[in-house]
């Protein structure tokens, strides 16, 4: 368990960057940026948009491509104490805009080139970044930053459907993801590579961004567009990736493709559905040695709520199966009036501990039905 004032993302990367400041942190094409690099230039910047009025709470909407740029932007959001909602470029201009107007967004943060093409997005105090210089451990001491006020602050905005599929602002704190990232399971060192392919959201992020670079593992970035057989197929014998996230549905279909693609990983990460037994059977007859993971839960819950780990010297799992809570995570099957259920007794699965995010920006009704006072946590805890 970590102690209560080091669980923030910034403090973690910063002792991070401390631990291992010349390790890789992030490969992006010819360009690698060590944890001190990456930890300078996010300061450097964090410095920049703190001057333009970003501050604590702040929602700032970032719409670059998947790079080593969008992962500085990133580190420097958090360090101001704002709140990053991922924009994907691509998107249509009522997509964006309706995506940024109900996570409350105030700023947008983007680059050139992706401004040029960028559609409008209305009522957005614009940032563009000019290219960065390299930054040094000088550059980084001189833009000092303030930690956010306390583990509870705004950290990321995911976007998610509510009942009738309308979409609504998820608030992630800084302790939502701290305590992902501590999970066992991923407790990556140096000597691990994770491929960052994934789409522009909150999820993903915190599974191929996030959770590595505060474990002291190497980041690689994927081309936008590229697909995961290309990719693997392109780097696996020059880069080869230790660690992959891929959402059960592609990896059903790269399993029924191509499965030898994954022999060089070490561990491979799934979620978002339920995976085959078939699929699972073809990737455990091609690569016989390799971890799975399977994960299960939402973005209220901070991605995982409860995981399942296939080692490679186990039988595999009966259909079904979800696994066992998540990392500080506390599951509770209960009927009516909050009370436990008996053994074969169907009830509603609850999910409480410090991975219960805050609930919905903008939507008090839906957060008072759907985070409810926990009876089995202590006082003031929800599920």
């Known amino acids: ?29 010819d360009t690698t940026l060590t944890y001190r690099e990456l930890d300078a230039r996010s300061s450097l910047l964090a410095t920049a948009l703190r001057a333009r009025t970003v501050a604590a709470e702040t929602v700032v909407a970032v719409a670059l491509p998947r ?32 995506q940024a107007a109900r996570s409350f967004a105030r700023v947008l943060l983007t680059d050139p080139a992706t401004a ?30 303030p930690l956010p006020a306390h583990p509870h602050g705004l950290f990321a905005v995911a976007d998610t459907p ?19 990232a501590a999970d066992p399971l991923w407790r990556q060192t140096g000597e691990h590579t994770v491929l960052w392919h994934g789409p522009h959201t909150v ?14 593992a190497r980041v690689v970035v994927a081309p936008p567009g590229e697909r995961e057989d290309d990719t693997l197929a392109r780097i696996g014998g020059t880069d080869t990736i230790t660690t992959l996230w891929l959402p059960a549905a592609r990896l059903t279909a790269l399993a029924a493709r191509r499965p030898e693609l994954l022999a060089p990983l070490r561990q491979l990460v799934t979620g978002g559905d339920r995976l085959p037994a078939a699929a699972l059977r073809r990737i455990r007859e091609a690569c016989p040695h390799l971890n799975v993971v399977t994960g299960h839960g939402s973005a209220e819950s901070t991605v995982f709520a409860a995981r399942h780990l296939v080692s490679a010297d186990q ?69």
């Open 1 to 29: 368990r970590l102690p209560a004032a080091q669980e923030t993302v910034t403090h973690l990367f910063a002792r991070q960057a401390e631990r291992t400041p010349d390790a890789a942190a992030l490969t992006d094409g």
């Open 67 to 98: 790079s080593a740029d969008l992962a500085v932007a990133l580190l420097a959001v958090a360090k101001t104490g704002a709140a990053w909602l991922p924009l994907d470029p691509a998107l249509a201009a009522g997509d964006l805009t309706t």
């Open 116 to 145: 040029a093409i960028l559609p409008a997005v209305a009522d957005l105090s614009v940032i563009v970044l000019d290219d960065p210089a390299p930054a040094t451990a000088d550059d980084a001491a001189a833009a000092h930053h």
């Open 162 to 180: 509510l009942d009738g599929g309308a979409g609504a602002p998820v608030a992630l704190t800084h302790r939502n993801l701290a305590r992902f």
């Open 203 to 216: 999820e993903a992020l915190a599974l191929e961004l996030w959770t590595p670079l505060l474990n002291g």
């Open 315 to 383: 039988p595999l799992p009966p259909a079904g199966t979800i696994g066992h809570p998540s990392h500080d995570t506390a599951l509770h099957i209960l009927g009516p009036g909050l009370a436990p259920v008996p053994a074969g007794v169907t009830g509603e699965l609850y999910v409480a501990g410090p991975g219960v995010t805050r609930g919905y920006p903008g939507h008090p009704a839906a957060t008072a039905t759907r985070f409810v006072p926990c009876p089995a946590g202590p006082p003031g805890s929800l599920m």
